[in-house]
T-cell receptor
Framework: GAVVSQHPSRVICKSGTSVKIECRSL??????MFWYRQFPKQSLMLMAT?????????EQGVEKDKFLINHASLTLSTLTVTSAHPEDSSFYIC????????????FGPGTRLTVL | QKEVEQNSGPLSVPEGAIASLNCTYS??????FFWYRQYSGKSPELIMSIYSNGDKEDGRFTAQLNKASQYVSLLIRDSQPSDSATYLCAAPPRTTGFQKLVFGTGTRLLVSP
């Protein structure tokens, strides 16, 4: 299957700092990528849809000024958690949609964020 | 009614048995269906996709789709303890313009040695 990478895999930061997470589709072009968040023992929660060359679309209740998304190329989307607080600690997962594979979504390995 | 529904389980099967995971969906317009496996603390991994009525086999996995009944299932033959995970059913419904996946809550599978 297609490969999606995420970096970093784990980050620990102090409250108030910003953290950038990268999501790359390694062997296909993804005009659309998605960002999810998952708290322990809970379901995946879609945060936003990232479209190459345009503004991201955020789900209801997700603060766009806090979670900045940039999709500057067909293989890279970034999520920046600005002024992170302990309640932002979670598992952040991206997925990329392969338009040439019946729009199948492939997930990255995830980034575990811990805010102290 | 939720757009994609699954029994949360856990579904317990002995090693070597067939595990049957079920999923129903509400949007008759959905065209594609996906099964993902998620181990604890890891991200989802695509197991199977299915688009047409009937069965689709890949190794020990068989996906079954019945659009008339709005039902999709995943069979795992010769279950192994390493198959123990949460299995997520997903479909992109018309309400999202067929763009976003809607996931079921997942079924936790436990395969005992």
């Amino acid at each position: 299957g297609a490969v999606v990478s995420q970096h970093p895999s784990r980050v620990i930061c102090k409250s108030g700092t910003s953290v950038k997470i990268e999501c790359r589709s390694l062997d296909f072009q993804a005009t659309t990528m998605f960002w999810y968040r998952q708290f322990p023992k809970q379901s995946l929660m879609l945060m936003a849809t990232s479209n190459e060359g345009s503004k991201a679309t955020y789900e209801q209740g997700v603060e766009k000024d806090k979670f900045l998304i940039n999709h500057a190329s067909l293989t890279l989307s970034t999520l920046t958690v600005t002024s992170a607080h302990p309640e932002d600690s979670s598992f952040y997962i991206c997925s990329a949609r392969d338009g040439l594979a019946a729009d199948t979504q492939y997930f990255g390995p995830g980034t575990r964020l811990t805010v102290l | 009614q939720k757009e994609v529904e699954q029994n949360s389980g856990p579904l317990s099967v002995p090693e070597g048995a067939i595990a049957s995971l079920n999923c129903t969906y509400s949007d008759r317009g959905s065209q594609s269906f996906f099964w993902y496996r998620q181990y604890s603390g890891k991200s989802p991994e695509l197991i199977m996709s299915i688009y047409s009525n009937g069965d689709k086999e890949d190794g020990r996995f068989t996906a079954q789709l019945n659009k008339a009944s709005q039902y999709v299932s995943l069979l795992i033959r010769d279950s192994q303890p390493s198959d123990s995970a949460t299995y997520l059913c997903a479909a992109p419904p018309r309400t999202t313009g067929f763009q976003k996946l809607v996931f079921g809550t997942g079924t936790r599978l436990l395969v005992s040695p």
